[in-house]
């Protein structure tokens, strides 16, 4: 291994000097080239060699080379020799004797001959200074001389600027001898250089600048450090930052008057953009310069000795200095027209890159484009503009922290300059266009929605719109809900008449958070799908909202397999988009999912997983919704010790009710009882008045909760009240993070409390039966051992119990089993004798029609469908003919719907043979789609396909009756269905009106058609 491996790059080019000054002391001659640029040393690393070397006769001048004298450097040298005297003689005599070939072969032979007499009484060396700009005949005698200097004591070293504009090439070079190529020297190395030139040590803060300002030129730092001395500032790095030698300054000029116009101009724009670059960029800057002003192009990036490189796609100034002594020397308007350019292009190749999905180059050019944009009027609109979509692709990497620090410097930016940039900026300051992640109580962005809604012309309703919108989400948690809502609406309003799809789909989605209540979940279903089909094929994001808030709604309701489909939509897209901001979510749901079923140890892997991808998106839902999951998990499992370390996280939070109910919880789970009772005596008064916002049946739940552990309190009357209206609903904590099942088992465990324990199995019989629709064993096995415990049932607690040991929840099955003992076993009887069945009213009146569910009761004014249901009310499971209900209402003599059963007439068919055929064709064509899509995993093809499969399946089943016969449109049995089916749908309409839980009852039990039929999940007391 080489010696000088570990050595810095100056030790080892001295090293290699060295040892061919010793092979030329022992007898044998070669050319070292010492190449550099101005400044880096050569000259000062050879005058160091040749002191160290002994023996050697030196024949150095160190004059400038003139390019009138053809051998100037060789004879000058030869003259510092003290008997070189013939030597010189020869190499004089070359203008009068080497005119012709023959001449110059004997003038040659002699120099020789000379050569090889002196070094016969001791070895020689030449140094020749700056060879590539002496005389090209200097250059030509060395050609000559190389391959002979092997053989005599005679060596060369020639000193030469390594730039490409040099006469010599490197390939001519290394042909002749070894080339030793200087570079800058390492910090360790310039030190002592620095030391010297200041005549005391320099700090090494500055020290460190001025290395990075003269890339280690020794020349240049030394002078550098000088001027600082001579500033007295040699202990402030911020002046090292700014002075520029004046030898650099000297080069500078020099270099700039020998270019012409074109190359000026370019140069120029490299010094306007930086101290390095692509050439595309620089090549577009000039291109652009020379359109405006009719100019001649030039290069892309001139290569200029000493002052400015290319290599392949890349561009430099050779030291941060050399840059800062050209720019100097442009024009600041010069300087701003060559940012504003390089700005201008760089956005329109940023743009390109977002539109192939290649978020990370774009943040790349928006990068640079924001070095080189100038900052002052009227520029500021562009610097806005480069800064708001830098933080929008930031946001699209995932860099949440660093696309917020982008908006808030647009906002300075656009401020005053820009209206429609500040609201870019004021929108990104939270999450971006999309609104998928709004900060909450966040008062600098609270702060700068405020201003640009206020500065927003009347003409930009679309950037209002989507103001207001973000407004009325960043507001949540507030005291201005009656803002939020008039926000939302009015930004819908504007949305829908600015004809912008996006913009709509963002109104939309921010007044289904501000309508985040269990009243409005169907609104905020119908929202979420016009949602989902404005941003398909558009905006992958907002689409991506739009199944989130889809999903929360469908969970609501209790659709648990629609929430299912949208969340395999979801993973699906959010894979495809690649942005961690989203891809936690289904391992979330998943997870939901699994603790759900009774899969614990599924359910916290594919929650550790959200957890991971969520911390990398920086993602505060995440870190939320996750935590939700976390909390409720141990206390599904008893888990109280896991649970027991979450519970100190809430002390830090506002004593909001919420948090109060959630302290609550956890001290009931926890045994500690009485400062669970606190905890709800201060939330009691106050329960009423709360806003019915996404936490708000959640919290119900809660309070439910607590008091099935700690037993009665006032608070149980409240919330009884409060969650009866939405006992058809399922409680959903945050975005699907934990599924709670339906309102019905709260509902029981409040009513038992009470003491109505009638009412109480009423709501638990429901709850068991909508909750083990959703097919989750826990779940199901909670509704148990709540009804059990509340109902002091040990038959229910048994089954709990058995469900429990299915699912290996051991704690659980302990619990139970032990209440279940203490209750005397599973001995007074079977559980079906136990179930109360839910309770109707709906009797005839003198005025009209008595109506209710569960004790309540209305009053519906009298119509014909209301008829067609009693008789459907007192024939459970069976069906009756529609044409049989037409006649039962018609009086005696009422022609009217004997025409029905005469039919007069044969209308035809309801679809004629081409248009089955039609029907049948697209049928089979979306069952081979739903296939393919199954086959491919591509579920939101399949959910589209399955659509429109059971819409023609609908269709189909309209146009044929019992055993596949076309319906005729003129049939009595045809007519009667449709006649029956309308009066009995405007009779549940009207009943819904007046009780929405028997609207709701009677809509989902209800079957019409030609045959029609009440079929209720489970028996019902009808009070007629």
């Not at 180059?361 to 928006?366: C, G, H, N, S, Y």
């Not at 656009?414 to 999450?431: H, K, M, Q, Y």
């Not at 201005?480 to 009015?490: H, P, S, V």
């Not at 209440?819 to 559980?831: D, E, Q, S």
């Amino acid at each position: 291994m080489d010696d000088d491996a570990h050595a810095g790059p100056r030790a080892r080019a001295r090293s290699r000097l060295d040892r061919a000054l010793a092979n030329l002391a022992a007898g044998s001659g070669s050319v070292v080239f010492l190449t550099g640029e101005f400044g880096i040393g050569r000259t000062e690393l050879v005058r160091a060699a040749v002191r160290s070397a002994r023996s050697l006769a030196v024949a150095w001048d160190g004059s400038p080379p003139a390019g009138d004298e053809p051998v100037g450097p060789w004879s000058r040298a030869a003259a510092s020799l003290a008997d070189g005297h013939d030597i010189l003689d020869t190499l004089l005599d070359h203008d009068t004797i080497a005119s012709t070939a023959s001449d110059r072969w004997r003038w040659r032979s002699e120099l020789v001959a000379q050569l090889r007499r002196r070094s016969g009484e001791g070895p020689i060396l030449f140094v020749l200074e700056d060879l590539d700009r002496a005389h090209p005949a200097s250059m030509d005698l060395l050609r000559w001389l190389a391959p002979q200097l092997s053989s005599m004591p005679v060596g060369v070293v020639a000193t030469i600027v390594s730039t490409p504009a040099g006469r010599t090439q490197r390939a001519d070079l290394d042909r002749l001898g070894e080339v030793v190529a200087l570079s800058g020297l390492t910090p360790a190395e310039l030190g002592p250089v620095l030391d010297d030139a200041a005549g005391t040590p320099v700090a090494a803060e500055v020290a460190a600048v001025v290395h990075r300002r003269t890339s280690g030129n020794p020349r240049f730092a030394a002078e550098l450090v000088r001027d600082l001395a001579d500033a007295d500032a040699l202990m402030d790095h911020q002046a090292a930052g700014r002075l520029v030698p004046g030898t650099v300054h000297d080069r500078v000029d020099e270099h700039l008057a020998g270019l012409t116009d074109p190359a000026r101009a370019i140069v120029d724009a490299a010094a306007a953009l930086g101290t390095s670059g692509p050439a595309w960029l620089l090549g577009a800057v000039g291109d652009r310069a020379t359109d405006e002003t009719g100019g001649e192009a030039g290069p892309a990036a001139p290569v200029v000795p000493d002052l400015l490189r290319q290599v392949g796609d890349a561009w430099w100034f050779t030291h941060e200095v050399v840059r800062d002594a050209v720019l100097v020397r442009v024009h600041p308007s010069r300087r701003a027209r060559i940012g504003g350019a390089a700005a201008t292009i760089l956005l329109e190749t940023a743009d390109e890159a977002r539109a192939a999905d290649d978020p990370d180059r774009a943040v790349e050019l928006l990068r640079r484009a924001g070095d080189v944009v100038p900052g002052g009027q009227p520029d500021r609109s562009l610097r806005a503009r480069v800064l708001v979509e830098l933080g929008e692709a930031l946001q699209a990497t995932g860099d949440g922290a660093g696309a917020r620090t982008a908006h808030a410097a647009a906002a300075r930016a656009a401020r005053g300059a820009d209206p429609v940039l500040l609201a870019r900026a004021a929108l990104g300051l939270g999450s971006g266009p999309s609104g998928f992640e709004v900060p909450l109580l966040d008062r600098s962005q609270l702060d700068l929605l405020e201003e640009a809604l206020a500065a927003m012309p009347a003409t930009e309703s679309a950037w209002e719109a989507r103001l207001r919108a973000r407004l009325a989400v960043a507001l949540t948690y507030g005291d201005e809900e009656e803002r939020r809502l008039a926000l939302a609406d009015r930004a819908v309003e504007l949305a829908r008449t600015c004809g912008d799809p996006g913009v709509l789909a963002a109104c939309l989605a921010a007044r289904c958070d501000v309508r985040a209540g269990p009243e409005h979940s169907e609104e905020r279903a119908a929202a979420a799908t016009e949602i989902i089909a404005l941003a398909r094929g558009r905006d992958r994001l907002v689409e991506l909202l739009g199944l989130r808030l889809r999903i929360v709604a469908r969970l609501e309701q209790g659709d648990l397999a629609a929430a299912e489909s949208d969340m395999d939509a979801f993973a699906h897209e959010s894979d495809r988009l690649g942005d961690p901001m989203v891809a936690w979510y289904p391992p979330l749901w998943r997870a939901a999912r699994h603790l759900l079923y009774g899969h614990a140890a599924e359910a916290d892997r594919r929650l550790q997983e959200a957890i991971r991808i969520g911390q990398r998106a920086g993602s505060t839902n995440a870190a939320q919704l996750t935590a939700t999951l976390h909390w409720w998990a141990p206390i599904e499992q008893r888990a109280v010790e896991d649970f027991a370390a979450q519970l100190d996280q809430l002390d830090d939070m506002p004593p909001v009710p919420w948090v109060r109910v959630a302290l609550a919880l956890g001290f009931a789970e926890l045994g500690r009882a009485n400062a669970a009772v606190v905890q709800l005596d201060a939330v009691t008064e106050s329960l009423a008045a709360q806003p019915q916002d996404s936490e708000w049946l959640p919290m119900l739940a809660q309070v439910a909760h607590v008091v099935g552990i700690v037993g009665a309190h006032p608070i149980a009357e409240t919330a009884r009240a409060l969650l009866l209206p939405y006992r058809h609903r399922h409680v959903v904590e945050g975005i699907g993070a934990v599924m709670l099942g339906s309102v019905e088992r709260p509902l029981g465990v409040l009513a038992a409390a009470l003491g109505d324990r009638h009412a109480a199995a009423q709501h638990f019989a429901a709850a068991e039966a909508a909750n083990r629709r959703l097919g989750g064993a826990a779940l199901v096995a909670r509704t148990l051992r709540d009804a059990g415990a509340a109902l002091d049932d040990p038959v229910l607690l048994e089954e709990a119990a058995a469900v429990y040991d299915e699912i290996g929840w051991e704690r659980r099955l302990a619990e139970v089993r032990d209440r279940a003992r203490a209750l005397g076993g599973a001995t007074g009887g079977t559980r079906a004798a136990r179930v109360v069945a839910p309770h109707g009213t709906f009797r005839r009146e003198a005025d009209g029609w008595a109506v209710g569910w569960q004790g309540a009761t209305a009053h519906v004014r009298d119509v014909k469908g209301l008829h067609d249901l009693a008789r459907l009310l007192d024939r459970p499971g069976r069906d009756v003919p529609a044409l049989d209900l037409v006649t039962a209402d018609a009086g005696p003599g009422e022609q009217a719907n004997a025409d029905v059963r005469a039919a007069p007439g044969d209308l035809g068919p309801v679809l004629d043979d081409e248009a089955r055929r039609a029907y049948r064709a697209r049928l089979a064509e979306l069952e081979r789609d739903v296939q393919t899509s199954r086959d491919t995993n591509d579920p939101v093809a399949m959910e589209r396909a399955v659509r429109e499969r059971d819409a023609l399946v609908d269709a189909l089943t309209e146009a044929y009756g019992l055993g596949g016969r076309p319906r005729r449109a003129g049939e009595g049995a045809e007519r009667a269905r449709t006649t029956v089916t309308s009066r009995i749908r405007d009779a549940i309409a009207r009943v819904s009106e007046a009780d929405p839980a028997l609207g709701r009852h009677l809509d989902n039990a209800i079957r019409t058609g030609r045959m029609c039929s009440y079929r209720p999940e489970m028996p019902v007391e009808w009070e007629r």
